[in-house]
């Protein structure tokens, strides 16, 4: 028998046809098994694919979340210096004080030795006391104010003068004066 001269340029599998070494159902069986080895090679590579983008945007978001964190940390910075600027520069001096000034810090009554003038002063609305890093201090009515715009719960003590003309409206006693040793 003369065997026929195999061409180069054809597949493996039809050599192996030509030779009789295998019949047509083992062929498509083998090229079943190849496409199906296809296929699951593709949607392997998609959801890996998936995955790394999936893994993408969380990376993109903790990121976004670290920012704004750090953002929000350096805002808080910069208003607390901002504050303690504030306090710094128009802080008012209360040493030599001999008038008692009671007032209450979070339901606890604090007292002040301060002058006359001072506390007359703050009576009116027109200075105010602010809790800077556990002390006290006095501060002039425009600077608390200020103050009150970025953390109101620094202030203390501050009258406002609006609320005490409506007060005094009001109040049918507004014109006599308090005797000294009633104010407490």
């Excluded at 993109?60 to 940390?73: P, V």
């Excluded at 009554?109 to 002390?135: H, S, T």
């Amino acid at each position: 028998m003369i065997e026929e001269p195999i061409k180069m340029g054809s597949t493996l599998q039809e050599q192996f046809l030509k030779m009789g070494l295998v019949d047509n159902k083992q062929v498509k069986k083998a090229k079943k098994a190849q496409h199906l080895h296809k296929t699951l090679n593709v949607n392997k590579d998609n959801e890996i694919k998936a995955g790394a983008q999936q893994a993408l945007k969380e990376k993109k978001a903790r990121s976004r979340l670290l920012n704004q964190t750090r953002n929000e940390g350096t805002k808080k910075q910069e208003t607390a210096s901002r504050i303690r600027q504030l306090i710094e520069a128009n802080r008012i001096a209360v040493q030599g004080g001999e008038t008692p000034y009671n007032f209450t810090d979070n339901n606890t009554i604090k007292r002040l030795y301060l002058k006359k003038e001072i506390v007359e002063q703050l009576g009116n609305g027109d200075l105010a006391i602010v809790k800077q890093a556990g002390d006290y201090q006095i501060i002039p009515s425009e600077v608390a104010e200020k103050i009150r715009e970025y953390n109101k719960n620094l202030i203390v003590v501050h009258h406002s003068q609006i609320q005490d003309t409506t007060r005094a409206e009001k109040d049918p006693y507004a014109e006599y004066k308090v005797p000294d040793d009633l104010i407490w």
